[in-house]
């Protein structure tokens, strides 16, 4: 049975400051402090939402190219919350293969995956070069790729050679993400997911910079609006994954922030 229900969401403030300052946070390694170097000038509030939609009955009628995102079936052969090199890959390795035969792609790079926790953490300080850390999780509305960036991202992430090949060839690129449970019925921190359609990506979003030593990124923040439609899968399990859309090459009606 769905079960509504009302949240409160964390947004980035739709402040003056950022008509004439760009969002930005710079992310330490952990061990390194920031002196007097101001690491962030990201203000956030804590907005009330009065019905978040229960997905469970109805993900049929949400796809990742109208809604942004869709909750799938699909057993992973790596149920532990346990990390370590052998098994990131494995599951990276895994988690191609299960998106190949999702999408019918020709190709699939999984170049990531961590595991998040919830429990204390200093946010100006991460762990970047040790994947094997777990990660707390995020709590503000954000979207992990904007489209001014996301090409060199892809550059970024292919190589160059590949992802010149694959655009001269014509081939539709995606960056998406995939999300489990690591438990068998999921109660603490579910993954809410906003409804593309329900955004103006010109007046509801806005880059913003995440720097780390190696490289300088940039995501949208994603201010609070009454018209958005947010929505979460009571009781989710290990074998249901959302698949959720970062960046896509092709503009036909589809979801994409720009």
């Given amino acids: 049975m769905a079960t509504n229900v009302r949240g409160t969401v964390?947004?980035?403030?739709d402040l003056p400051l950022y008509g004439t300052e760009k969002p930005y946070r710079l992310l330490l390694p952990a061990g390194i402090e920031n002196g007097?170097?101001?690491?962030?000038?990201?203000?956030?509030?804590?907005?009330?939402?009065?019905?978040?939609?229960?997905?469970?009955?109805?993900?049929?009628?949400?796809?990742?190219?109208?809604?942004?995102f869709e909750v799938v079936q699909h057993c992973s052969g790596f149920t532990t919350a346990a990390t370590g090199q052998e098994l990131l890959d494995g599951y990276k390795r895994e988690t191609?293969?299960?998106l190949l035969r999702h999408f019918g792609?020709?190709?699939?790079?999984?170049?990531?995956?961590?595991?998040?926790?919830?429990?204390?953490?200093?946010?100006?300080?991460f762990n970047i070069r040790d994947r094997?850390?777990?990660?707390?999780?995020?709590?503000?509305?954000?979207n992990d790729e904007t489209f001014s960036r996301g090409w060199e991202s892809l550059s970024f992430r292919l190589g160059e050679d590949r992802y010149r090949r694959f655009l001269e060839s014509g081939c539709r690129i995606r960056m998406v993400n995939t999300w489990r449970s690591l438990v068998d019925s999921l109660e603490d921190n579910p993954l809410t997911l906003c409804d593309w359609r329900s955004i103006?990506?010109?007046?509801?979003?806005?880059?913003?910079?995440?720097?780390v030593p190696s490289r300088e990124t940039e995501i949208y923040h994603i201010f609070a609006r009454p018209h958005h439609r947010w929505h979460w899968l009571s009781r989710q399990r290990r074998d249901e994954v959302y698949i959720f859309l970062q960046f896509d090459?092709?503009?036909d009606g589809n979801a994409r922030c720009r």
């Fill in 10 to 13: 964390r947004f980035l403030a």
């Fill in 36 to 68: 007097n170097i101001k690491t962030h000038n990201l203000v956030y509030e804590e907005t009330e939402i009065s019905c978040i939609r229960d997905l469970r009955g109805h993900e049929a009628e949400f796809d990742i190219d109208s809604a942004g």
């Fill in 96 to 98: 191609e293969q299960f």
């Fill in 105 to 125: 792609a020709s190709y699939v790079y999984c170049w990531d995956a961590l595991v998040r926790k919830r429990k204390q953490a200093v946010r100006e300080q």
């Fill in 132 to 142: 094997l850390v777990e990660n707390i999780p995020v709590y503000h509305a954000h």
């Fill in 200 to 211: 103006d990506p010109r007046k509801d979003l806005i880059e913003s910079d995440q720097i």
């Fill in 249 to 251: 090459t092709r503009a």
